[in-house]
C-alpha cells in the first residue's frame, strides 16, 4: 500500500472548506490527475454518495467509483475502487481562525492482483502528484463563490 500525507492552509473559513470539498465532483478543479468527475447519483451529498472519476497517472487513463463513506462536520472519508486498486482519500479540517482552515490530507492506494508488484515503483510519482494537490488546492477552494 501506498499512503500520502500533507496538510495544507486553506483560506476558507472551516464549514465552507468542508461545503467545497465533500461535492467530490470538485476534483476536478484541484487534483492534477483528474480528467473528469461526474456525480452519478443525486440529491444531497451523504454517506454514500457516488462519483465517477477518470484520472490519468504516468500516462494511462484509469476509471474509479467513488464513495462518501464518512461525512462528519470535520472530517469526510472517500473510497474509490476498480480492477486493480482501492483508493482512500480522507481530509481532517480544524478551524484556524474565522477564515482559514487547516487540511491534513491522506491519500492511501491498496493495489489489486498483479498491479501490487508496481506499488514500490509508483511512490516517488505519487509524493509529486501529492505536493501538486496542495499547491493547487489553495486557490481553487478560495476561488469557488460562497
Do not use: Q
Request: charged share 30%; with cysteine; hydrophobic share 40%.
Amino acid at each position: 500500500m501506498i499512503t500520502v500525507e500533507r496538510t495544507v492552509l486553506l483560506p476558507v473559513p472551516l464549514d465552507d472548506a468542508v461545503a467545497y470539498l465533500e461535492e467530490f465532483e470538485r476534483t476536478e478543479e484541484w487534483d492534477p490527475g483528474t480528467v473528469r468527475c461526474a456525480r452519478v447519483d443525486e440529491g444531497a451529498v451523504r454517506p454514500g454518495s457516488t462519483w465517477r472519476n477518470t484520472s490519468r497517472f504516468r500516462g494511462r487513463t484509469t476509471d474509479l467509483v467513488y464513495r462518501l463513506d464518512v461525512r462528519e462536520p470535520t472530517r469526510l472519508v472517500f473510497t474509490g475502487e476498480n480492477a486493480t486498486v482501492i483508493a482512500t482519500d480522507e481530509m481532517v479540517f480544524a478551524a484556524r481562525g474565522p477564515e482559514a482552515t487547516a487540511l491534513s490530507y491522506r491519500a492511501s492506494f491498496r493495489f489489486k492482483g498483479l498491479a501490487r508488484l508496481a506499488a514500490p515503483f509508483l511512490r516517488n510519482d505519487f509524493e509529486r502528484l501529492g505536493d501538486d494537490v496542495v499547491e493547487r488546492m489553495p486557490a481553487a477552494v478560495a476561488g469557488h463563490p460562497r
